[in-house]
């Protein structure tokens, strides 16, 4: 028989246990649709925070407080802590940033919100490096009560708008709307209100507590040696090691390892699909065997060699688990899509799903591998079969 002659024989008998096919194929559908969809969103989310990241710039320098891995956790370091980093040579400045929660009260009503503030002088500078764009007004420049504002606390958090101009109560201290942001993509970014340092501190009551440091590196200088010369310095001002010094790089390794572990762990729950996608198929095969005993030696009885009753059973194992992955595949962008467009419905516009094309190629190369390898021992079976065992049943 000729290869073209096994595929009309698959795609008959196919076609005559239709729905016992499907229900085959589900398995390997379900299977390759997760793993699609969950390594899409994991990528794009990968890249999308890589891509933050590389906009933040490579340039800087974050050092928190011992207990804390990013900005604005853990606590501890003071404005002594940042004049012992200034002593370091190499950088182009450093920053001491207050994060704080309050109450913001805006026409009588009021909501609990974050705030930034760093000192005045440095402003402009400072919302440059951070990629912050400006939809309206201008950064403060001067320790007075004057704010500026991510673009959800302009639009959202309030009942009414605010705008230029806009009068706001931050721990009954009234606030002048300086300047508003342009959407970051993030909604805890987009929520927060700017401030003067010498005016927060007042404000908070926070005399000399710095929440974390940035420290910008000058260029053509090693960002990892100047690194652990800010390590020695801060060993020097303070008795033990509490506080922590992290490179872009790290910051993202650390994203990229606990991205890498939720992915597997719901790649592997996905898998378990396909496991029991490849029973299905390898069962119905069997049965597929058992339900043609008679036609497996009507062929051998006419000449077909073991190797071409072989090559029927595994085509059509293969073939199911083709269509299940063709399926899977256009189910798994559809499903990623959907995840995509929620997460931006919560805020989060810097994610951008992305499927891409080698992971299509996977879905569709692991779905016919599996079909096959589940057909393997059933067409075995087929194969070894004698003519006229096979024709008395």
Not at 26 to 47: D, M, P, Q
Request: glycine letters at 10%; proline letters at 3%; hydrophobic letters at 50%.
């Amino acid at each position: 028989m000729s290869l073209k002659d096994d595929f009309f024989i698959v795609i008959k008998n196919i076609s005559h246990r239709k729905l016992r096919s499907w229900l085959t194929v589900l398995g390997v559908v379900i299977g390759v649709a997760a793993i699609i969809a969950l390594v899409a969103v994991g990528r794009s989310l990968e890249s999308s925070i890589e891509k933050e990241f590389e906009d933040f710039g490579s340039d800087k320098i974050t050092i928190v407080a011992a207990g804390g891995n990013l900005p604005g956790f853990g606590t501890g370091l003071t404005t002594k802590d940042v004049d012992a980093v200034k002593n370091v040579k190499g950088l182009e400045y450093v920053e001491g940033m207050l994060y704080e929660s309050g109450k913001a009260t805006h026409k009588e009503e009021s909501i609990n919100v974050f705030f930034f503030a760093w000192e005045s002088d440095n402003s402009k500078v400072l919302f440059d490096d951070f990629g912050a764009d400006f939809s309206a007004g201008a950064p403060f420049e001067t320790d007075s009560n004057k704010i500026v504002i991510g673009s959800r606390v302009a639009a959202d958090l309030f009942e009414k708008k605010l705008s230029l101009g806009s009068k706001l109560e931050i721990e009954d201290e009234k606030f002048e709307v300086a300047g508003i942001l342009e959407p970051v993509g993030n909604p805890d970014d987009d929520s927060l209100i700017y401030m003067p340092m010498g005016v927060a501190r007042e404000l908070f009551d926070k005399e000399d507590d710095v929440s974390f440091m940035f420290a910008k590196v000058k260029p053509g200088s090693d960002i990892d040696e100047i690194a652990d010369k800010i390590t020695a310095e801060l060993k020097k001002e303070r008795s033990e090691e509490s506080f922590n010094v992290i490179t872009p790089e790290q910051l993202i390794e650390q994203v990229g390892t606990v991205l890498g572990i939720i992915e597997g762990v719901l790649v592997g729950i996905a898998g378990i699909s396909l496991i029991v996608g490849s029973v299905g198929i390898a069962g119905s095969m069997y049965t597929s065997v058992i339900e043609r005993t008679r036609d497996v030696g009507i062929m051998k009885a006419v000449g077909a060699t073991n190797n071409e009753i072989t090559a029927m059973f595994l085509i059509e194992a293969g073939l199911m688990g083709l269509v299940g992955g063709i399926i899977g595949v256009m189910f798994g962008f559809l499903i990623a899509s959907m995840i995509g467009f929620a997460i931006a419905q919560a805020g989060f516009t810097f994610l951008e799903i992305t499927v891409e094309p080698w992971l299509v190629l996977f879905g569709l190369a692991f779905a016919l591998i599996v079909g096959m390898l589940s057909g393997f021992f059933p067409a075995r079976q087929a194969a070894r079969l004698k003519p006229v065992e096979a024709l008395r049943k």
